[in-house]
């Protein structure tokens, strides 16, 4: 089982920076692979970005591209997602996601095969 606490949302202005944590709970976070998704009112859950279980490996969805770093310390149990150049359709609800033991990376930009996930943090981009 494994427990997931995001922080970090609020409200900043369209090219501000915001920085996300995602804190998991349970002594085998190396195990798991983790991804950021998001959801905006009236649309489905978006991927934002993902991250191997080692850290060695990251993807992003397009729109995020060269925006948004994820990162992550296995030694801290935590996984991060550094917003850079915010724009209002940035807007949106954001989760923590965690994968035990993905096999490919189309799995990790698949919102239904995450194991757990966070309660979310809003992050509101104003224009």
Same mark, same amino acid.
Request: overall charge positive.
């Given at each position: %089982?494994?427990? !997931?606490? =995001? ?6 202005? +369209?090219?501000? #920076? !915001? ?10 976070? #190396? /195990? ?11 649309? =489905?859950? =978006?991927?934002? +970005? ?6 060695? #490996?990251? *993807? ?10 994820? /990162?992550?310390?296995? &030694? @801290?149990?935590?996984?991060? !997602? %550094?917003?850079? #150049?915010?724009?209002? =359709?940035?807007? &949106? ?5 965690? @994968? ?7 799995? !990790?930009?698949? &919102? %239904?095969?995450?194991? *757990? ?11």
């Amino acid at each position: %089982q494994v427990q !997931l606490v =995001e922080s970090g949302g609020g409200l900043v202005q +369209a090219g501000g #920076s !915001l920085r996300l944590s995602c804190a998991a709970s349970g002594r085998t976070f #190396s /195990s798991y692979d983790m991804g950021w998704f998001r959801q905006a009112p009236g649309k =489905e859950r =978006e991927f934002v +970005a993902a991250i191997s279980r080692s850290g060695g #490996s990251t *993807y992003y969805g397009d729109s995020v591209k060269g925006r948004f770093t994820i /990162s992550r310390d296995n &030694a @801290k149990n935590t996984v991060n !997602l %550094q917003m850079n #150049s915010l724009k209002a =359709e940035d807007t &949106a609800v954001y989760y923590c996601a965690a @994968k035990a033991y993905a096999m490919t990376s189309a799995v !990790l930009t698949t &919102a %239904q095969r995450y194991d *757990y996930w966070g309660q979310g943090t809003q992050v509101t981009v104003s224009s």
